[in-house]
Every structure is written in structure tokens, then in C-alpha cells.
């Protein structure tokens, strides 16, 4: 039976060590804020913005929400994200993603400034990570990360199994694990033999969007099974893309959905924030 990975607790000590950073720099003088921008009325979106929220309250850094309606033209949202880039209260740039069609994602996030790219999404942070000298974290892959530390296991020279190739989950979660020197394997929607590939998974990160997915057979005897899926069952319950009830019972270390990636993935943009905050003001510890 494989031991769970409490995403919440690494999550909460996360946000405690970025809280207690929050709170030096307010005795020195510097508050911290971070904009939202939320265009339409995406349900999902929605409830992201609002645990965006809820951790800035907690951890000290004043979250400014912009809700924008599903008819913003792209001019207007760009135009906010200057006048953002352009407010020294603000250190940190979220646009909620998905955008609604009118509006082209790339441009949004190209007029972000890469210092206030607090999703680590403008090309500019797109290449640092990739080259391996990054200050701003890939939020998701950077909190997958953790979880994997959690565990006690190195990813170097393991089989390391990427399901999914977006730009926000997929591509960045191969480089963190190549960075660490896993053997990294992305498989996709035109992968052939993918549950062949993720059965000999050491570690297994499955980004692919579709309830029940993976599935006990593609499962490794032992491996770490990491689900960064959020999606809905036929009973609208929030699940993952793992079969956790199956799979658990041939992983070593498995992550639950809810309660499992999605806090880290906050926690870490609540560091990026504070990275930012701190670049801001010249601070280099
Ligand atoms: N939509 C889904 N995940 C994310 C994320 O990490 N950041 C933003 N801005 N939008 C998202």
C-alpha cells in the first residue's frame, strides 16, 4: 500500500516560510502585493483566484483582484497589464488562465514584465528555465518537485515519466526532473505504447486532464505516482487522473486529489511573489 503524499502539509510549511519572510521585510518597510486578473466567469477559474486570494491573505502579501468581464477585448486587458507592470504596489502579474477566445494568451503574457512574472509563463523566464538558472519557479513542476522530496527518493538516474506537454505543466516538469538528472521520458496524446513507457516509470507525473487515466497497470511496483489532474467524475466530484484506489495499491508513494498538488502549486507562487518582492527592492539573500 502506497504511503500518500500530504500536499496540504508541505504546502502549509511552505507558505509559514514565506510568511515569516513577509513579515521581515514589513518591519523593514516593504509590503508585498500581488495582482489577479480574472477575465469571464470560468466556475474553475473562479475558484482558483479565490485560493490565490486566500493565500496571499495568509501568508501577509495584499492580493489586488481584477475582474474582468468575458466580452474584454484584448486591447483593454492589455492595457491593464501595462498599467500593472507600471504600479509599484504591484510585484507580481497573474492572468488566470484559460482566456476567453477574443483574447490571444501569448500577447497577454509577452506584455507581462518578466520580473513581475510571477507564473514564471513569459518566454524570457520560459528560457532561464530551461537553461537551468531560474529565479522564478514553474509553479505546478516547482511544487510536483517538492512533493517528490517529500518522499526521500532522487530522481537522478531514475525513469522519470511525464504524462502531458503543455507549457505550463508538461515541458518545465521534464526540465525540474532533468535538471535533477532523471532519465525523462513526455509521452502525449500520440505517444505509442504509453502504458508500456509508464509501467517502467520510477517516477510517474501525469498531466493529462482526464479522469481515471492512469490505471494500476501502468503503474511501476513501488513508484512514485504523482497526479496534477483536476478534473470532474461523472458525479461532478473533483478527482485526478490517477485511479487512486487501484493505483495506491501498487505505488510507493502516491498523491491524492484534492490535497495534493494543487496547494504546492499556490505555495510556490506565493515564493515567486516573494522572490519578486525582494528583487524589487534590491534584496539578494
Ligand atoms: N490556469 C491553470 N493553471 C494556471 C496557473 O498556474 N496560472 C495561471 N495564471 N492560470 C492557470
Known amino acids: ?126 528560457g532561464h528555465i530551461m537553461i537551468g538558472d531560474y529565479k522564478f519557479l514553474p509553479c505546478t513542476p516547482a511544487g510536483v518537485m517538492e512533493l517528490i522530496a517529500e518522499t526521500g527518493i532522487d530522481p537522478c538516474g531514475k525513469s522519470c515519466v511525464v504524462i502531458g506537454r503543455s507549457n505550463i505543466v508538461g515541458k518545465p516538469m521534464a526540465m525540474l526532473l532533468l535538471h535533477k538528472n532523471g532519465t525523462v521520458t513526455v509521452c502525449h496524446s500520440r505517444t505509442k505504447d504509453l502504458k508500456e513507457i509508464c509501467a517502467n516509470a520510477d517516477i510517474l507525473v501525469s498531466a493529462v486532464g482526464k479522469a481515471n487515466f492512469v490505471t494500476a497497470d501502468m503503474v511501476k511496483q513501488g513508484a512514485v505516482v504523482i497526479d496534477v489532474g483536476m478534473n470532474r467524475n461523472e458525479e461532478g466530484k473533483l478527482c485526478g487522473d490517477v485511479c487512486y484506489d ?30 519578486a518582492v525582494k528583487a524589487a527592492n534590491g534584496i539578494t539573500d
Open 246 to 275: 487501484e493505483c495506491e495499491k501498487k505505488a510507493g508513494y502516491i498523491t491524492p486529489v484534492p490535497g495534493g498538488v494543487g496547494p504546492m502549486t499556490i505555495a510556490m507562487l506565493m515564493k515567486n511573489t516573494l522572490t
Open 1 to 126: 500500500m502506497a504511503v500518500r503524499i500530504d500536499g496540504k502539509a508541505v504546502s502549509a510549511r511552505v507558505k509559514a516560510d514565506v510568511k515569516k519572510e513577509i513579515e521581515q521585510l514589513k518591519s523593514r518597510g516593504i509590503e508585498a502585493g500581488l495582482a489577479v486578473v480574472i477575465v469571464g466567469d470560468n466556475p474553475a477559474s473562479r475558484v482558483y483566484v479565490n485560493n490565490k486570494k486566500k493565500a496571499c491573505s495568509e501568508v501577509g502579501i495584499t492580493s489586488y483582484e481584477y475582474a474582468l468581464p468575458q466580452d474584454t477585448t484584448e486591447e483593454e486587458l492589455l492595457s491593464l497589464v501595462e498599467k500593472l507592470n507600471n504600479d509599484s504596489r504591484v510585484n507580481g502579474i497573474l492572468v488566470q488562465l484559460p482566456l476567453p477566445e477574443q483574447i490571444d494568451e501569448h500577447a497577454v503574457i509577452n506584455t507581462i514584465v518578466p520580473e513581475k512574472d510571477v507564473d514564471a509563463f513569459h518566454p524570457e523566464n520560459v
